[in-house]
Nanobody, 124 residues
Framework: QLQLVESGGGSVQPGGSLRLSCAAS????????IAWFRQAPGKERDGVSC????????YYSDSVKGRFTISRDNAKNTVYLQMNSLRPEDTGVYYC?????????????????WGQGTQVTVSS
């Protein structure tokens, strides 16, 4: 059974940075693409970024392109989301999700395995 655990969330001021981590157990990490999604209160879950199993292909939503960077360390079974120049609209619960080998776009209902989420709050 896939188990994903997000960490690294917190509260920051606009313009600040956070690095989220998605750690995994229960499966062969290197075979899975990992995507990040976020959900603001009262809104639908939106795709943020995805990295394929080998790390050579990445995707970003337009809203985070140029500010967020996704990366992975397969030796540590961890995917990172470096978030810079944070804005209040980046506030939400951030989730990671897994897919076999390749990203399935940034559509939440294409992913079956999810972590519990970590809260990110950007506010002055």
């Amino acid at each position: 059974q896939l188990q994903l655990v997000e960490s690294g969330g917190g509260s920051v001021q606009p313009g600040g940075s956070l690095r989220l981590s998605c750690a995994a157990s229960g499966f062969t990490w290197g075979y899975f693409a990992i995507a990040w999604f976020r959900q603001a209160p009262g809104k639908e879950r939106d795709g943020v970024s995805c990295i394929n199993s080998r790390g050579g292909i990445t995707y970003y939503s337009d809203s985070v392109k140029g500010r967020f960077t996704i990366s992975r360390d397969n030796a540590k079974n961890t995917v990172y989301l470096q978030m810079n120049s944070l804005r209040p609209e980046d506030t939400g619960v951030y989730y990671c999700a897994a897919a076999f080998r390749n990203c399935l776009g940034l559509t939440p209902n294409k992913y079956n395995d999810w972590g519990q989420g970590t809260q990110v709050t950007v506010s002055s």
